[in-house]
């Protein structure tokens, strides 16, 4: 019995607004949410049309991730399971030890590692397989594999030529923020990011680019900076800036409001031309750079 189980995890995301309030609850850690951060959430939600796409999204990832491994020839099948919202990584994982599978595979659509963010995602796993003895290979980085850099590196060529001018663009690479105090720990969350940026810079030919943090949580605590939109306030008008959110791969809140309405906005009312690389969704670059992360572990 070889046949090997690939889970690919992901955030989470109401798929109605009547969901809303539950997901925020999930999030929380079982708290009830104020009618403030719920009717936040619709709102933003809503300015988007109603639902974020990140659980299609990751569906189709993972079908086209499978057909390729077939077709190089793994005996593998890749499921879906998500932090805060169905389908729960506990339930997805239930399924899978339910079939004859030799081995389970365990990466999250986030490139670079944290404790806060991937280390929970991988205590989420450990903690469903209900003493099971199967094997269990997780992922905890992929942020320098060559063929997601090559990706990405393409999508910001590609964005640049939105410009009259792609040399006179300032670049600005983004991930989600977290609490500052990562840093007390030696967090390689940081030192991954700016180690992506200058890789992409290169391969883009990018000569001006900074980094800037984004969707930090509303909560008392001091997040990691600068904020994106504190980023974009240093630019004289008129200025052209592409914003790369090198952090993220799929489209969803952060990406379709965060940045297209929140920082777009901003933008405009500051004489900046603003525009955003395409994210990589389920295209073939991406599905290729995850059959290189995946195969190199399953080889």
């Known amino acids: 019995m070889n046949h090997i189980s690939i889970l690919l995890m992901a955030y989470g995301t109401p798929t109605r607004e009547n969901d809303v309030e539950p997901y925020l609850s999930d999030i929380m850690r079982g708290r009830k949410p104020s ?10 939600y809503r300015a988007i049309g109603g639902k974020s796409p990140l ?10 991730l499978e057909s390729l491994l077939k077709a190089q020839g793994y005996d593998v099948s890749v499921h879906v399971g998500m932090k805060h919202w169905h ?10 030890l339910e079939t004859e599978t030799s081995k389970l595979v365990g990466l999250v659509l986030a490139p670079h ?3 806060m963010s991937i280390g929970e995602y991988k205590n989420l796993l450990n903690s469903s397989l209900m003493n099971s003895q199967i094997e269990i290979d997780f992922i905890d980085s992929w942020c320098g594999n060559p063929t997601y850099q090559k990706a990405i590196s393409d999508k910001v060529t590609e964005a640049l030529q939105r410009f009259p001018n792609p040399k006179l663009v300032h670049v600005i690479f983004t991930a989600h923020s977290l609490p500052e105090r990562i840093l007390k720990d030696g967090d390689p969350y940081p030192s991954q990011l700016l180690d992506t940026c200058k890789s992409i810079a290169k391969f883009s030919n990018v000569e001006e680019w900074s980094f800037a943090y984004q969707s930090a949580g509303h909560t008392p605590e001091k997040w ?3 904020d994106l939109l ?4 240093k630019f004289n008008k008129p200025s052209n800036v592409l914003v790369v959110p090198i952090g993220f791969v799929s489209d969803h809140l952060e990406i379709l409001y965060d940045i297209d309405i929140e920082a777009q906005t901003f933008a405009r009312e500051h004489g900046i031309n603003l525009h955003r690389s395409e994210s990589l969704n389920a295209s073939p670059s991406f599905i290729a750079a995850l ?3 995946v195969s190199n572990r399953i080889s």
């Open 113 to 115: 590692y944290s404790r």
């Open 55 to 64: 659980l299609e999204i990751t569906i189709a990832q993972a079908s086209k």
């Open 224 to 226: 990691l900076g600068p």
């Open 87 to 96: 389908p729960y990584i506990k339930e997805t994982v239930h399924n899978i």
């Open 291 to 293: 059959s290189d992360v």
């Open 230 to 233: 504190e980023a974009l306030e």
């Open 35 to 44: 009618t403030l951060q719920i009717e936040d959430l619709k709102r933003r």
